[in-house]
């Protein structure tokens, strides 16, 4: 954890002499002061602050700088895991959607089964209706022949008596 610490240190431009620290804390607090920082870090502490200023106390640094540095390092921390956080998905978000998903996927399945049979129903009406159509036009065909036939047969009987 402390060589954590002193490469943090190191890449944030600061060394473990304690003259040489005052001028480099200056430009990290104008960069990482603002009021949506500030509020950040009041919300979500996830870093063990007391912890950290005592590591950093014990590596060289004054009391006032090594808190500094603990505030802008946890408020790092912070910003990061918040833009991490608006990229990435939490479990528990994705299986909810997952599960809106699969409920929407159901819906759409038992409304197109309902669409699928109420067509089916309707087309097995309009076969039914041309059935019967076709079965009535039958009859009346079958009786036109059997007119016409038996208006042959009196022609011909007429005909021979």
Do not use: W
């Not at 870093?47 to 603990?70: C, H, I, N, P, Y």
């Amino acid at each position: 954890m402390q060589m954590a610490l002193l490469r943090a240190a190191a890449a944030a431009g600061l060394h473990s002499h304690a003259s040489s620290i005052g001028p480099c804390l200056l430009p990290l607090l104008r960069r990482f002061a603002s009021g949506a920082t500030n509020d950040a870090v009041e919300r979500a502490i996830i870093v063990d602050t007391l912890a950290q200023a005592k590591k950093l106390e014990s590596l060289g640094l004054s009391r006032e700088q090594a808190e500094e540095l603990t505030r802008h390092m946890t408020e790092q921390i912070i910003l990061d895991r918040l833009r991490l956080s608006e990229k990435f998905t939490a479990k528990v978000e994705l299986k909810e959607a997952m599960l809106e998903q699969d409920a929407r996927i159901n819906s759409f399945k038992a409304e197109l089964i309902q669409k699928q049979d109420m067509h089916l129903a309707t087309l097995q009406k309009d076969l039914d209706r041309q059935s019967n159509y076709l079965d009535k036009m039958r009859s009346e065909v079958r009786h036109e022949i059997d007119k016409l036939t038996a208006s042959q047969r009196l022609d011909l009987n007429l005909e021979k008596g």
